[in-house]
């Protein structure tokens, strides 16, 4: 019998737990949520993804909330501990930048290009604001780059597969060829992260952008 079935689809918080399922070989059966609109409405009234519900009708909504579930769920130890961390101080530590990267990275990502792609009424001051944003968490992140291969330890976690998609959508939209070639660094560890086997079939069809999304131009 399935382990349970997770509601996913394009949604960039939907990529991590879907690898999650794949790489860890679970049992759990991808529902695509508008395909299946009627139980994911009655399962999860929120109808946000993505959300899980067991074989024995334990549900969970919030993407951290699941991608731990669902780690543990597979019972490998050895992938437990590389995935969420081995001690209590590294498991503090992947979930600083899980949450880092599932908040703040992907809702400046949002204010800054929604407004630029139609999804919100175009406001100039609202996108300067998140590139700001963006550039100071990019700075945090380099910060740590700067002289370590990984967010956490010495091996590749949870934290920085989840980090690099989020990053994707930014790299799709709003920082383009240039700035991606004055980062380096970043983008050394964006290229070792996504080439990652564990999760690297997500980026099969990601084209990044040249030039980031124009602002509207004035009438
Ligand atoms: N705090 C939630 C946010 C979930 C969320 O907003 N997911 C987006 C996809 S990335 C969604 O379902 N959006 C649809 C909508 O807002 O209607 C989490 O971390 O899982």
């Not at 590294?90 to 908040?103: D, F, G, I, P, R």
Request: aromatic content about 12%; glycine content about 4%; some cysteine.
């Amino acid at each position: 019998m399935s382990q349970g079935a997770l509601f996913a689809n394009f949604r960039i918080r939907t990529w991590l737990p879907r690898a999650v399922v794949k790489s860890l070989k679970l049992d759990v059966k991808i529902l695509d949520p508008e395909a299946n609109e009627q139980l994911w409405s009655k399962l999860f009234p929120l109808k946000k993804v993505p959300c899980f519900v067991g074989a024995d009708g334990f549900k969970l909504t919030e993407q951290l909330a699941v991608l731990s579930y669902l780690v543990n769920l597979s019972g490998n130890q050895s992938e437990i501990q590389r995935l969420l961390g081995s001690s209590y101080k590294e498991k503090a530590e992947v979930l600083q930048w899980l949450s880092l990267a599932n908040t703040d990275l992907c809702l400046a990502f949002t204010r800054g290009a929604f407004p630029l792609n139609g999804r919100e009424p175009y406001n100039r001051k609202k996108v300067e604001d998140a590139y700001a944003e963006l550039e100071r968490i990019v700075q945090r992140y380099e910060q740590r780059l700067n002289d370590h291969s990984f967010l956490v330890g010495d091996r590749a976690s949870l934290a920085d597969y989840l980090g690099a998609v989020i990053f994707t959508r930014i790299f799709e939209n709003l920082f383009g060829k240039k700035w991606r070639e004055e980062h380096a660094k970043l983008m050394q560890w964006f290229d070792t992260i996504t080439k990652d086997p564990f999760v690297s079939f997500l980026w099969d069809d990601v084209k990044l952008c040249d030039e980031p999304l124009p602002h509207p131009s004035k009438k």
